[in-house]
């Protein structure tokens, strides 16, 4: 399930309930891939349309010590 709501910090979060994955695109154009995620905080994120992108990523991505992450891509290329 992919998730856009207004966030200064990314532009979508791609998340997996069954495998416990999530994608992040940050407005840099960066990706990355995280495993290994709650999957009650993926519920929650799902089911909650009030929670903050951000506040979710700092709180169970980036702040989570059991979480895998990977760079998939480093920047996505605008074109004019």
Known sequence: MFI???????DGVAVDLINGTASVLY????????SNVSRRAIANLMLNPNISLCFWINANLIDNKRVSCEQRYAAIPTFA
């Not at 856009?4 to 990314?10: G, H, P």
């Not at 407005?27 to 995280?34: A, I, K, L, Q, R």
């Open 27 to 34: 407005t840099n154009g960066s990706v990355y891939n995280y």
């Open 4 to 10: 856009v709501r207004t966030s200064d910090c990314c």
